[in-house]
């Protein structure tokens, strides 16, 4: 997420045109670093897109069950520099102690 951040404000300094897409998993938007590299970009008024992708784990611990939320920060938000959705894998998630032939 800082180096999406970097690159947005390269953009931003250079009078670009790009837009900086970066993707996350939904425990990594409820860290510290995810709020305050959002905030900055908000503030800032830095071109980057932040995308939320939560398949209700992380790694192997259930992220609302972790943090102790019925909902996560960004579930519902209707803001035009954030995108959330919910999904489910078809393949077992990493420590699963499954493993996946392709």
């Not at 670009?16 to 425990?27: A, D, N, P, T, Y």
């Not at 670093?33 to 959002?38: F, Q, T």
């Not at 398949?55 to 519902?76: G, H, I, P, Q, Y």
Request: aromatic share 10%; hydrophobic share 35%; proline share 4%.
């Amino acid at each position: 997420m800082p180096i999406a951040l970097g690159v947005a404000l390269g953009i931003k300094r250079r009078n670009g045109k790009e837009k900086v897409w970066c993707f996350m998993g939904e425990m990594t938007s409820e860290t510290g670093v995810a709020h305050e590299c959002i905030k900055y970009a908000r503030s800032h008024g830095l071109p980057v897109h932040w995308v939320v992708e939560d398949n209700e784990k992380s790694v192997c611990t259930d992220t609302r069950k972790a943090w102790n939320l019925d909902k996560l920060t960004f579930e519902d938000v209707q803001a035009p520099d954030i995108t959330y959705y919910r999904y489910t894998s078809k393949y077992p998630h990493a420590g699963a102690g499954q493993r996946v032939q392709f």
